[in-house]
């Protein structure tokens, strides 16, 4: 399912901005129609940054001197510097070296490099095949247009019962590259259709944006600062969802929001090994959505950190570094995630010294140990419902996953022994 969405917008050459930014949003919204599209004009002032041209591509090679094509955009979009200028000539091999880029430490893999807001031009290739060129004269050529146009990025926006909002940010601005680009909008949209299934019973509202990383989020704030600092009580940035490595969690500034204490209770009883990054790792679009003035409580669930495997930013990120497993493993996670904030109510008992249970049929005829374990369990829950602890807090508090917590909360509930109070 999701795999298989991945698989379809692998071939398309993305950028921060461009057709195939727009090309792939398209393809989004065959799974989620209510995706809508923004355009924000070259030019457009947003903070301290300015939108840049619009940048597109139609071919780009390097041959030889027999014609014979050494590299192709066409086999590989990542085999040209995003944001290259336009050129075609022929030059010698001394000449062609000063615009070539490799990994030395990697010398089978392309590496992926941009250079956005200087204007120049650029060729990647492994470091393998720099090193069989042979002297002699080469033609090079990039068939490329910066132009005043526009950035674009998607958004939806789901309706809950009340306005506050959980926040799910992605980017859409990689080439073909799997775990770095297309996990995160491949799990986001996934989720933003089981988010639209259940829509009636939604506590928060969601909005979910898919954007070109950087100047993306700071475009996207620029115009919805307000009622984002109002509403998000917990917001994630979906990235590198894709592998089969354990989760990782990158924090906030400080550790400190619903939403680094979200997910380390839901990691803690459904990922125990996962790793947990300090925010001086942060590499993506958490710089923005925490930055001073900014402060919204973000922080990040993924697989493999970006950075963390040797196969980032490059060729070797490709559809066979990801998996439909580790696709869904993401999606179940932020599904569990986004349950337990749905479910974050703080309740208050309603009686004086401790209920008859028995009577209310909770309380065992015959107690043995196994089941006197599962009454010590509910009694603590019921212990600290005094109003104050939400149900995260309970089961750090108790020790008890999420799940079972729901379950003591349901049957007190329905036996009027304690009342929801937020």
């Not at 071939?11 to 995706?35: A, D, M, Y």
């Not at 922080?299 to 490709?318: I, L």
């Not at 006197?372 to 939400?390: K, L, R």
Request: charged share 25%.
């Amino acid at each position: 399912m999701i795999y298989e969405l991945a698989k379809k917008l692998f071939p398309i050459c993305r950028s921060i901005t461009g057709n195939g930014v727009r090309e792939s949003l398209e393809i989004l919204k065959e799974v989620c129609p209510t995706l809508k599209t923004y355009e924000v004009k070259t030019g457009t002032q947003v903070f301290d940054w300015t939108v840049p041209k619009e940048w597109n591509i139609k071919d780009a090679w390097i041959k030889d001197s027999n014609g014979k094509k050494i590299i192709d955009f066409k086999e590989n979009n990542l085999h040209v510097m995003g944001y290259s200028i336009p050129v075609h000539k022929k030059i010698n091999l001394d000449e062609l070296l000063t615009y070539v880029y490799t990994l030395p430490e990697t010398p089978g893999l392309i590496p992926y490099i941009t250079s956005y807001y200087s204007e120049r031009f650029g060729f990647c290739m492994t470091e393998n095949l720099k090193n069989s060129l042979q002297k002699g004269e080469y033609e090079i050529f990039i068939d490329s247009e910066l132009k005043d146009g526009h950035l674009t990025y998607g958004e939806i926006i789901i309706p809950g019962k009340i306005e506050k909002e959980i926040f799910l940010s992605t980017y859409i601005c990689h080439p073909s590259m799997g775990n770095n680009e297309l996990s995160g909008p491949c799990v986001a949209i996934y989720l933003a259709k089981w988010l639209l299934d259940n829509a009636s019973k939604n506590r928060y509202t969601y909005r979910i944006i898919f954007i070109p990383e950087t100047i993306g989020s700071i475009t996207y704030l620029s115009r919805n600062l307000d009622i984002m600092k109002k509403n998000i009580i917990a917001g994630f940035v979906l990235t590198c969802c894709g592998d089969e490595g354990q989760f990782s969690y990158l924090e906030s500034p400080y550790a400190n929001t619903l939403a680094d204490k979200v997910t380390k209770n839901v990691l803690k009883y459904n990922a125990p090994n996962y790793k947990t990054y300090s925010f001086l790792k942060r590499g993506s679009d958490e710089r923005q959505y925490c930055f001073p003035g900014i402060d919204l409580p973000v922080c990040s669930v993924m697989k493999t950190r970006y950075g963390d495997y040797p196969e980032y930013h490059t060729s070797g990120d490709d559809l066979n570094f990801i998996s439909e497993k580790g696709l869904t493993d993401s999606y179940e996670m932020y599904k569990k995630i986004i349950t337990a904030l749905e479910n974050n109510y703080k309740y208050k008992v309603n009686t004086l010294c401790e209920p008859q249970l028995g009577k209310r049929g909770l309380y065992y005829s015959i107690c043995t140990k196994e089941n006197m374990d599962s009454v010590e369990n509910m009694m603590n829950f019921m212990t600290y419902t005094d109003g104050n602890n939400d149900m995260i807090d309970i089961s750090n508090k108790i020790n008890v996953n999420l799940e079972e917590i729901y379950e003591y909360a349901d049957k007190f509930l329905k036996a009027n022994l304690i009342d929801i109070i937020d």
